[in-house]
């Protein structure tokens, strides 16, 4: 299983870009997806999910209405759509996949996830 991250870069506040997290030795059309970031020195925190049967896409709070999760099925892909980027979400971004069944633990936990990307670079400059 390789989870191979693209599109991080440098923008500016308000500015809007996609990262892209492409899949492979998993189908992703019945995956349970999320995205984390992270800073140095700070623990990995949940941002989206999708496909965990609550019926729609989940967010973190800060996120809501500026970010999108979603799929492309056909080629096996998860996207991170940022839209009205803040500085306070620079950070490294990773991709994640849960695979194996954890009960009791939930969709924003990242122990919840199996596999992992190696990350992408947001830097958003004010």
């Known amino acids: 299983v390789q989870l191979v991250q693209s599109g991080g870069r440098m923008v500016q506040s308000g500015d809007s870009l996609r990262i892209s997290c492409e899949i492979s030795?998993?189908?992703?059309?019945?995956?349970?997806l999320g995205w984390f970031r992270q800073n140095p020195g700070t623990e990995r925190e949940f941002v989206a999910a999708l496909g965990w049967g609550f019926g729609s896409a989940l967010y973190e709070n800060s996120v809501k209405g500026r970010f999108s999760i979603s799929r492309d099925n056909a080629k096996n892909t998860l996207y991170l759509q940022m839209n009205n980027v803040r500085p306070e979400d620079t950070a490294i971004y990773f991709c994640?996949?849960?695979?194996?069944?954890?009960?009791?633990?939930?969709?924003?936990?990242?122990?919840?996830?199996?596999?992992w990307g190696r990350g992408t670079q947001v830097t958003v400059s004010s």
């Open positions: 030795g998993l189908t992703s059309e019945n995956l349970k």
């Open positions: 994640a996949v849960a695979v194996v069944p954890s009960p009791g633990v939930g969709y924003y936990e990242s122990r919840a996830y199996d596999y």
